[in-house]
């Protein structure tokens, strides 16, 4: 089933206005059209956040929704960087047990490799075309049953370095999660498809050297093998979104052993350490991506593979842990999944 194009029966929404903040708790009503104005404030000024989670059906039939309280509040930070409301986060967790309740219904049991997508979102819905912040917003969560983004196995991407186009600068929305973000990335992401790759690398706008994520994913890097290896990711700088799912796997390695840091690493670095052995793995992930390896590297007229272009052990050891969180096959000792009844 492809990505995003079939979504589930219900919809879930809230107003909040000026005079009096959210009108009510969020009300679950049938997916279907909006009527907006053609002078609404979002469509023109680009007033809207959003967020992705995932719902898993666990053996024993329960539903339970991964993270949910990291994505409400990094909602709230998306918001606020957007000159936006806070959608409390009590709100967030309503619609999302809410939603997941009744259309949860539509993740078949017996599939693992199935989730429920939630996709909040959040816009100006004012009429007016004043250049201020909107003084009307709508808060919506809708969903739909998915795959793997790119595939339902670990199967290594290509990726393109870009250095013609920049995601995001200092001082700008890079860390949140805004609908213009997104928009900016597209040609970019088109380039890497033209040359052969899967998705667009990111590196810092100043010097266009430092690496910051992928289209819509972060990167990790290992270096060395077996006992001795280190997982490292490029630190938040205000530029890059600080994805949940980079946060659940820098606890998960810990947890395992692997020393983890968060540091500058330039393209030339990447390539070189490639080249040398010191560098053996390296994996993108995200709530859609879940992990998936990076075997190849393109870089204007320069190709590296990383390792032997095949999913190492330390990505296939942190994904699996990942998903026996997602589907309940281990004690969720951080208290990450959110069960719905």
């Known amino acids: 089933m492809r990505f995003g194009e079939h979504f589930t ?17 969020p009300r679950l009503g049938p997916f279907g059209p909006l009527t907006i104005s053609p002078a609404m404030v979002g469509l023109h000024y680009g007033q809207v956040v959003f967020e992705g989670l995932k719902a898993y059906r666990w053996q024993d039939g329960t539903l339970a929704v991964f993270r949910p309280d990291a994505h409400a509040r990094r909602f709230q930070r998306s918001a606020e960087r957007m000159a936006m409301p806070h959608l409390p986060e009590e709100y967030f967790l309503q619609a999302v047990d809410a939603f997941v309740a009744t259309d949860g219904t539509a993740l078949p049991a017996g599939d693992p490799a199935l989730s429920l997508y939630l996709r909040p979102v959040m816009f100006a819905s004012e009429a007016c075309l004043a250049l201020r912040p909107s003084r009307e917003y709508t808060f919506l969560l809708m969903g739909f049953v998915t795959g793997g983004f790119f595939s339902d196995e670990p199967n290594p991407i290509a990726v393109l370095v870009s250095r013609e186009y920049s995601r995001a600068a200092p001082g700008g929305t890079g860390q ?3 609908a213009g973000n997104y928009a900016g990335a597209f040609l970019a992401q088109q380039a ?13 706008a100043a010097e266009q050297r430092w690496i910051e994520e992928l289209g819509g994913m972060n990167i990790f890097f290992v270096r060395g093998s077996g006992p001795g290896a280190t997982v490292v990711t490029p630190a938040l700088t205000g530029t890059l979104l600080p994805g949940v799912t980079r946060d659940s796997l820098l606890t998960l390695a810990r947890e395992r052993g692997y020393p983890v840091s968060e540091e500058r690493i330039s393209v030339e670095q990447w390539r070189d350490e490639c080249r040398s052995g010191l560098i053996t793995e390296t994996f993108a992930c995200g709530t859609a991506a879940v992990v998936t390896p990076v075997g190849r590297v393109v870089d204007g007229g320069t190709t590296w593979h990383v390792g032997d272009e095949k999913p190492g052990p330390v990505t296939l050891e942190l994904r699996q842990a990942l998903i026996d969180l997602h589907l309940g096959w281990t004690a969720d000792s951080h208290g990450w999944s959110r069960l719905i009844s």
């Open 9 to 25: 029966e219900h919809l879930v929404s809230a107003t909040w206005q000026e005079a009096t903040g959210w009108t009510g708790p």
């Open 176 to 178: 949140a999660k805004a």
């Open 192 to 204: 890497a498809v033209d040359a052969g790759c899967d998705q667009v690398v990111w590196v810092d």
